[in-house]
């Protein structure tokens, strides 16, 4: 029954169930939940830096229902795209309510979307990453399996990763260059790839082309049937699923740099080349996505097995917290720039 730790990961869920049933402040109750609530847990909690023992990893890994729990996921994460779009499309509730719930599905890209098809994304079996480009879908970020799956991980700590924080660099500033620089590194990682394989690309069998069609269908449907009343808070729903996106990738790797061993090659990534977060509430709300360096070690190993390293370098706060402060560029400077220096 050790599966059963991570159905915290569907306290984000239950909180959204809230704001989609309630009006006025109540629709925030996401938002206080992941940014105050679950830092609090996390504090209180501690970190778990254990691992499990071989007999653990064995049970665990033959326990088909840590999958069973990441693929009811997506039905969930699809109902409530679907039930958010069927609210704004009534234009149920005053501004404050439509705020909270646009902000509230917005959470639900991030947390659900985006999260889990970063997990899925990297499995070989072909239905699983049919899941992740679906997951990507509700939030409108599809390339991302391209860049992240076959540029980010080639190219993490080094200056070729757009996704890879410079220090120094504030989130502000990140935010605009990893998103630019992950669209086009997505589409030069395809374009490469059908060159090289004679294919013409400018071609609905691109990914990229695909995927933007795809992208496209989906915010028509929404249009058709809800109009622009449900089309704008999807839009800016999926933009704070980025936006999410953008920031954990700003905190999981600020600052962090691979030596350059020769003109055209770099170091291996080691645990070090990565940020890693034991605190415990924190790995179970987001599937162990928080041991991200172990994940950068070996990115096809499941998230129920995925280990603390004692070489990585370790946050000081669980991934929300750390969120909050990276929205203040001085704060953040002082407290990581010193962990950068050992100081």
């Known amino acids: 029954m050790r599966f059963l730790k991570y159905l915290a990961s569907f306290s984000m869920p239950l909180a959204t169930v809230c704001a989609f049933t309630l009006e006025g402040w109540y629709t925030f109750v996401p938002l206080i939940y992941a940014f105050a609530v679950v830092p609090v ?93 679906i997951m990507l879908c509700t939030t409108l970020y599809m390339h991302f399996f391209i860049e992240h799956n076959r540029g980010h991980h080639r190219n993490v700590a080094t200056p070729d990763d757009g996704a890879t924080a410079r220090r120094g660099e504030s989130l502000y500033a990140f935010w605009l260059r990893s998103i630019a620089q992950g669209f086009r590194s997505a589409w030069q990682i395809v374009e490469k790839e059908r060159r090289r394989n004679k294919k013409p690309v400018w071609s609905p069998a691109n990914e990229m082309v695909l995927y933007i069609l795809i992208q496209l269908a989906l915010t028509g449907v929404i249009f058709a049937f809800g109009g622009w009343h449900a089309t704008w808070p999807f ?51 987001l599937f162990e996505l928080t041991r991200h360096s172990d994940h950068h070690w070996e990115p096809a190993k499941h998230y129920q097995l995925l280990d603390s390293m004692p070489q990585a370098l370790q946050l000081p706060a669980g991934y929300p917290a750390m969120m909050l402060l990276s929205l203040f560029p001085p704060a953040w400077f002082a407290v990581m720039d010193k962990r950068l220096t050992g100081g």
């Open 41 to 133: 847990l996390e504090l209180l909690m501690g970190e778990n830096p254990r691992n499990l023992t071989e007999a653990e990893r064995e049970l665990v890994r033959r326990d088909r229902a840590y999958d069973v729990l990441i693929w009811l996921t997506v039905p969930v994460q699809l109902i409530f795209l679907g039930w958010f779009v069927w609210l704004m499309a009534e234009g149920a509730g005053n501004a404050l309510t439509t705020t909270g719930r646009i902000i509230s599905m917005g959470l639900m890209c991030g947390v659900f979307g985006i999260n889990v098809a970063h997990e899925l994304g990297h499995r070989a079996s072909k239905g699983e990453q049919v899941l992740a480009r």
């Open 235 to 285: 839009l800016v729903a999926a933009g704070i699923g980025i936006l999410l996106l953008e920031t954990v990738n700003y905190i999981e790797h600020y600052g962090l740099l691979r030596n350059k061993v020769s003109d055209h090659r770099y170091e291996d990534v080691e645990p070090w080349h990565s940020w890693n977060s034991d605190f415990i509430f924190g790995r179970l709300v």
